[in-house]
T-cell receptor, first 112, second 113 residues
């Protein structure tokens, strides 16, 4: 029973590099989302998707892109990494938008 | 816009002590309210929820009551254990604002034997 799987668990990048954080869920959930967690700030929504082919911006979308070509996968792309993007990133999913979300274990990302 | 405010941590308690973590919210509609827990090195897990005024959510000895008159959803537990040490997040989801989860800043709880 995998739930929400995030890869990688840890990553170190240099400023200006690009990378993709992977997120996959096996629960056939329509709603998926990406958050970043920073000390003292809780979780802030980056991007979300209410179904395959549909994505929208959250509270802090700048510097990130997403796509949702399948129900299962929702990758997050950093276009040109900046030190301000050092954070822990969580992917989550739920059957519908206002239902309790299931979280992955997170990706710890450091930008040097 | 909608927002959630939690009491600041860290909160340090002795085992078997009573726990209260305060949470208040601001919302334009009638949100659903949630408490999530994050154990060290893990993602968030749903602890309990309430979907309308006066509902009480409960799980693993934790309780919280949806108080519309005071816009609050305080988390309580009568006797904490060392294993309850974690970060606790209060959150709301307001369908009138798109239904996205809005989190408080989190409260770290440390329980000492």
């Amino acid at each position: 029973n995998a739930g929400v799987t995030q890869t990688p668990k840890f990553q170190v990048l240099k400023t200006g590099q690009s990378m993709t954080l992977q997120c996959a869920q096996d629960m056939n959930h329509e709603y998926m989302s990406w958050y970043r967690q920073d000390p003292g700030m809780g979780l802030r929504l980056i991007h979300y998707s209410v179904g395959a082919g549909i994505t929208d911006q959250g509270e802090v979308p700048n510097g990130y892109n997403v796509s949702r070509s399948t129900t299962e996968d929702f990758p997050l792309r950093l276009l040109s990494a900046a030190p301000s993007q050092t954070s822990v990133y969580f992917c989550a999913s739920s059957p519908r938008v206002n239902q309790p979300q299931h979280f992955g274990d997170g990706t710890r990302l450091s930008i040097l | 816009g909608d927002s959630v405010t939690q009491m600041e941590g860290p909160v340090t308690l002795s085992e078997e002590a009573f726990l209260t973590i305060n949470c208040t919210y601001t919302a334009t509609g009638y949100p659903s309210l949630f408490w999530y827990v994050q154990y060290p090195g893990e993602g968030l897990q749903l602890l309990l929820k309430a979907t309308k005024a006066d509902d009480k959510g409960s799980n693993k000895g934790f309780e919280a009551t949806y108080r519309k008159e005071t816009t609050s959803f305080h988390l309580e537990k009568g006797s904490v254990q060392v294993s309850d040490s974690a970060v606790y997040f209060c959150a709301l989801s307001d369908l009138g604002q798109g239904g996205k989860l809005i989190f408080g800043q989190g409260t770290e709880l440390s329980v000492k034997p």
